[in-house]
């Protein structure tokens, strides 16, 4: 989302949409759903982060920065996994927005090569006044074939005293039973899915998977 974009309040959906310069919707939500989103920002620049931040706080619940995603048009754009080796930009960055957002901020990591680096990234996030971290637990050259480092998320969570949210274990999650699984073998406070989600919301059901297609009715029914 660029600092540009422009807020529409659509009547038709009773959403809020943000339209960019383009005239494309990069961003819709929902008055009903205020509390409950989470704003996820992809960024190298600490000005332009705050803008953001400014443009949609009362839209939003909470601001994650999205410092893990290992895909070509964030490392050529110096956002997401990019950032894992700039400890100074990542400072400066989480520091403005903790600072100067009314928001609660958290951001999303991936884990480093070397324990010891990723323990010290870790303890430097936690400084700055961040609410939570996620991490997903492979480095940014692997992918979902490669094994989740549980070990390593595990002393994340001893190393510092804020929550800590692991992630990358969607092809192993297809019931809530196994969300407690992931959550254990983890040692963190809470796991983030995405495309286990996406495959079937229904995941989060205690009592069990619903079928996709009833998923998909209930859905149009809202």
């Not at 600072?99 to 480093?112: G, V, Y």
């Amino acid at each position: 989302m660029q600092e540009d974009t422009k807020l529409l309040v659509n009547s038709v959906l009773n959403t809020v949409d943000y339209i960019d310069p383009s005239g494309r919707c990069v961003f819709r939500t929902t008055p009903a759903e205020r509390h409950k989103v989470v704003f996820q920002m992809g960024t190298c620049d600490a000005d332009r982060a705050v803008r953001v931040a400014q443009l949609i706080k009362d839209d939003v619940a909470a601001i994650d920065v999205n410092m893990g995603c290992p895909k070509e048009f964030s490392l050529k754009g110096g956002m997401g996994a990019a950032l894992l080796t700039q400890p100074d930009k990542i400072k400066q960055i989480l520091t403005r927005l903790v600072k100067e957002s009314s928001l609660p901020i958290t951001c999303k990591i991936r884990i480093l090569p070397k324990l010891e680096d990723t323990l010290d990234l870790v303890r430097l996030i936690a400084s700055v006044g961040v609410r939570a971290v996620a991490v997903h637990g492979r480095t940014k050259e692997e992918r979902s074939r490669d094994p989740v480092h549980y070990d390593v998320i595990r002393e994340v969570t001893k190393t510092i005293s804020i929550p800590v949210i692991a992630n990358g274990g969607s092809l192993m999650v297809t019931s809530h039973d196994d969300i407690e699984s992931f959550k254990v073998a983890a040692g963190c406070q809470s796991i983030m899915l995405a495309r286990a989600a996406q495959w079937n919301p229904s995941v989060f059901r205690k009592d069990g998977l619903l079928p996709i297609d009833q998923v998909a009715q209930d859905y149009l029914k809202l």
